[in-house]
Every structure is written in C-alpha cells, then in structure tokens.
C-alpha cells in the first residue's frame, strides 16, 4: 500500500495549510458574528462569498472529484490529506472551496450519471460554486438505512412524473442558495427489489414541494439546515430523471464511498483540533498548584487521542488507497470500517477535551460542544453504525463459510 504523498499533493496540502492559516481561521469569528447580527438561523454570511472567490484565485478549488478533469484531477489518496485540513474548520474550509457535502456527492452524481442538459443547467453552477444542492433521501416513516423501503411514489404521467411523499434531514435544503434537490423515490414499486427506485432532478421551486421545517441536531440549528420536505403532487419533467429508472440505489451506492472517505477525513481534521486545543489547555490551566499536564490521566488522554487518531488516519487512507486501485466494491469493508471507526473516535477525542476545559468545554466560548455534535450525529446521517458492522459481519463471515447468507437459511 503506497500512501505517500505526490509531488502536487503536498504541494496542494501546503498551499489549502496557508489558506487555512491566513484566511479560514480569522474567518470564523466573523462569520460568527454576521450570522448573529443577521438575526436568521439560514443566514449566508457575506465572509463565506469573500472566501470562495480566495479560494478560487488560488486554485483550491473543487479539489474532491477524483481522477476528473472537472476539478484538480486528485486521486482519493491524494485528496484525503485535504479534506481533514479543512475538517478543522468544518463549518466554514468546505465550503470556502466549493468541496461542501452533500454538493460534493450531487456534483459526482450529475459527472457520472446526468445527461448533457442536466449537466449544463444544474452541475455547471454547482461546479461554479453559483448555486447550492440538497439531497432528499431520508423518510420519517421506515428505516432509510435500508433504501430499498423508500416509500415517496413517481410516478409517469405523461411526459412528467407526480412526486408525493415525505423526506427528512435533507442537509442543504435550507440554504438561501439552494436550488435543487436531488431526490429518491419509487417509480416501479413491483419491480426487483434493487430495480424500484429511481432518483429525480427537483428544482426546490417546485409547485408542491414544501419546505416545512429544519430540524436541529441536539439543540443546534445548523445554518444549511436539516429539512423536511412535503411532495404533494409535485410533477417533474420525465427528462429530470437521472440515468434511467430504476438506477436510483445503483447511483446511491456509487454516491456514498467517495463521501464517506470525506467524512472521516474531515472527522479526523476536527479531532486533531480538539486535541490541539486539549494540549494547550492543558499546559495553561492549573488546578491544586499544577498544570493540568502534569497530571496522569491527562497524559494518558493526550497519548491515546495520538494513537487512536493514527490508527483512524490509516484505515481511512487505507481504503481511499483501495478506493483508487480496486474500485469502491473492493474497498466496501474498508469503507464501513471507517464509518464506524472516525466519528466515534473523533467523538471519544472531543469528549476529553471537553472534560479537560471542564464546563467552558460545554458552551460555545470553545467548538469543542458543537464539534461534538456533529461526530455524534454522523453516527446516524451517513448510514447508522448497525448497517456498516453488518457489511464488516457478513464479509468476516463468508471469508469463513462462501455460503453464509445473513438471511435465514
């Protein structure tokens, strides 16, 4: 496995580290600040335009697309590195250069599976950083980890389709420059189990598309939103299908591993921070006539966050290495394994530091809360824990027993 950095990829690691340095970091108190004195929960901060365009003058600038002339052309390897430099400041880096979820995985979407037309009126201006996406998979009402129980009807009618339906947590969809969703649902629910769903091209101004409320994330609202969205006969050109029906769990399968290398990757930047910030609060706090770091259990938290940091990091580039050499299929244990391994380990990081900073740790003078927050929720937004140890299970099972079917017999 040959991990190591290229040539452009450390040069591109230098360059995003300066960026973060002189740009993102000053950037996050004032960004802070407009979206207090705008007095909107969805607020779009003018310092995150002003960002884009630096971070487009410099050339980092849709650095995710693997091997795509689209953006930098990085491999997975190569682009993994980046994406937890910007984990660090996960709320604004993404963002700033045009490599935010769930854009990212609608713009891979639209590059590997739209049509010329769909490409030129809706990846263009994703890809130009002009407008923003959702994707609308999640429903309230059956377990979405399981897609194949996508209950929101499309059905033909003519040369439309009628959408009616419920989604949830549609990240995005609140976003002042959102305007379209990429939506999944059934059109062919007789069909093979595999073969029923279908995903759909929505412009968010939709007659019959409703946004009906963002839901916050323990107690956060976070300023993209989290929405629910109602259909109700909502009709859709037949042409703002994508693909062809049916494709719709084959194109969410091919969506998800290059995301899911993001993740855990920006899950690493954040829990780097976290330990940075642990260390120097640790070394500045004094409690019974001694720094914090003296103290053994702080030593103790500090080197196992070291380790268990290093070992996420690796098995994640493991698997962007699989990734680059042996498609997204070959690397699907590995891809589960860091679902499951990064955010709990981020979380497990972020704990320590909350309890080293005591209770500033719990309010939002530090990131550390809201950081907290966000590993614990990705335990359920990207696939719940269960599902990937299920995928890890079988595989250890059948490497035992071929035949082993999770099913009964």
């Given at each position: 496995?040959?991990?190591?950095?290229?040539?452009?990829?450390?040069?591109?690691?230098?360059?995003?580290?300066?960026?973060?340095?002189?740009?993102?970091?000053?950037?996050?108190?004032?960004?802070?600040?407009q979206m207090k004195s705008s007095g909107d929960l969805f607020h779009h901060p003018a310092v995150v335009e002003d960002l884009k365009a630096e971070a487009h003058r410099q050339g980092l600038w849709n650095l995710f697309l693997p091997e795509s002339d689209l953006g930098a052309g990085l491999t997975n390897v190569e682009y993994a590195p980046l994406a937890e430099i910007m984990g660090r400041s996960a709320h604004l880096a993404p963002e700033a250069t045009n490599c935010n979820a769930p854009d990212t995985g609608n713009i891979e979407v639209l590059a590997r599976?739209?049509?010329?037309?769909?490409?030129?009126?809706?990846?263009?201006?994703?890809?130009d950083g002009e407008i923003a996406s959702a994707f609308?998979?999640?429903?309230?009402?059956?377990?979405?980890?399981?897609?194949?129980?996508?209950?929101?009807?499309?059905?033909?009618?003519?040369?439309?389709?009628?959408?009616?339906?419920?989604?949830?947590?549609?990240?995005?969809?609140?976003?002042?420059?959102?305007?379209?969703?990429?939506?999944?649902?059934k059109t062919d629910p007789t069909g093979p189990k595999h073969r029923q769903q279908s995903?759909?091209?929505?412009?968010?101004?939709?007659?019959?598309?409703?946004?009906?409320?963002?839901?916050?994330?323990?107690?956060?609202?976070?300023?993209?939103?989290?929405?629910?969205?109602?259909?109700?006969?909502?009709?859709?050109?037949?042409?703002?299908?994508?693909?062809?029906?049916?494709?719709?769990f084959l194109i969410s399968q091919a969506r998800l591993g290059p995301g899911r290398i993001h993740h855990c990757?920006?899950?690493?930047?954040?829990?780097e921070r976290a330990l940075d910030l642990m260390i120097d609060r640790a070394q500045t706090r004094t409690t019974f006539g001694q720094p914090l770091a003296l103290r053994s259990n702080i030593q103790d938290w500090i080197?196992?966050?070291?380790?268990?940091?290093?070992?996420?990091?690796?098995?994640?580039?493991?698997?962007?290495?699989?990734?680059?050499?042996?498609?997204n299929k070959g690397a699907r244990?590995?891809?589960?394994?860091?679902?499951?391994?990064?955010?709990?380990?981020?979380?497990?990081?972020?704990?320590?530091?909350?309890?080293?900073?005591?209770?500033?740790?719990?309010?939002?003078?530090?990131?550390?809360?809201?950081?907290?927050?966000?590993?614990?929720?990705?335990?359920?937004?990207?696939?719940?824990?269960?599902?990937?140890?299920r995928t890890i299970a079988a595989a250890e099972l059948r490497r035992r027993d071929p035949d082993f079917a999770l099913t009964s017999r």
């Open positions: 496995m040959d991990i190591r950095p290229s040539e452009r990829a450390s040069d591109y690691q230098k360059r995003l580290q300066i960026f973060m340095d002189e740009f993102v970091y000053p950037a996050e108190a004032v960004s802070e600040e599976f739209g049509t010329p037309e769909q490409k030129e009126k809706w990846l263009r201006p994703l890809l609308a998979m999640t429903e309230p009402a059956v377990a979405s980890s399981d897609a194949t129980n996508i209950e929101l009807s499309m059905i033909r009618d003519g040369d439309a389709y009628v959408l009616n339906g419920r989604k949830w947590w549609a990240s995005n969809a609140m976003h002042p420059m959102c305007q379209i969703l990429i939506v999944m649902g995903m759909m091209l929505v412009p968010v101004d939709t007659p019959g598309v409703t946004l009906v409320r963002s839901l916050p994330t323990f107690g956060y609202m976070d300023r993209e939103g989290h929405a629910e969205i109602l259909f109700e006969n909502a009709r859709v050109p037949a042409d703002n299908i994508i693909s062809g029906e049916g494709d719709g990757m920006r899950s690493i930047g954040m829990a080197a196992e966050s070291r380790i268990d940091l290093e070992m996420a990091r690796l098995l994640t580039m493991k698997a962007a290495w699989l990734m680059d050499t042996v498609g244990v590995e891809i589960a394994a860091i679902k499951v391994a990064a955010p709990t380990i981020a979380a497990r990081i972020i704990d320590r530091a909350i309890q080293v900073f005591g209770a500033a740790g719990m309010s939002n003078d530090t990131p550390l809360a809201e950081m907290y927050v966000h590993q614990r929720h990705l335990r359920i937004a990207d696939g719940p824990d269960e599902v990937h140890k």
